[in-house]
């Protein structure tokens, strides 16, 4: 599709969202992963295992080495997040 059009394409499913470059055979795609079921947790007022077993307090620093699209990262909102990410061109 994104040759007949020749334009970059976004398709939103009901599971994932895939992203169709120009001139690339296979599409990258992106879906929450874990991501959803923490915030979902965080949400009810559940304990999320992986903020308990960082410890981490409103005000502590976080450093994300892998941010991606950034779904964990939504669930640091209380502390100064620090983020590298590797952009491959």
Not at 10 to 22: D, L, M, S, T
């Amino acid at each position: 599709m994104s040759e007949l059009l020749n334009a970059n394409i976004i398709v939103a499913g009901k599971n994932r969202f895939e992203y169709y470059p120009k001139d690339v055979k296979n599409p990258f795609f992106f879906h929450p992963g874990t991501a959803a079921f923490r915030l979902k947790r965080i949400a009810n007022g559940e304990i999320d295992p992986f903020l308990e077993a960082c410890n981490l307090l409103k005000g502590d620093t976080y450093l994300d080495c892998t941010l991606g699209l950034g779904s964990d990262a939504q669930s640091l909102q209380h502390t100064k997040l620090v983020i590298l990410e590797k952009l491959l061109h």
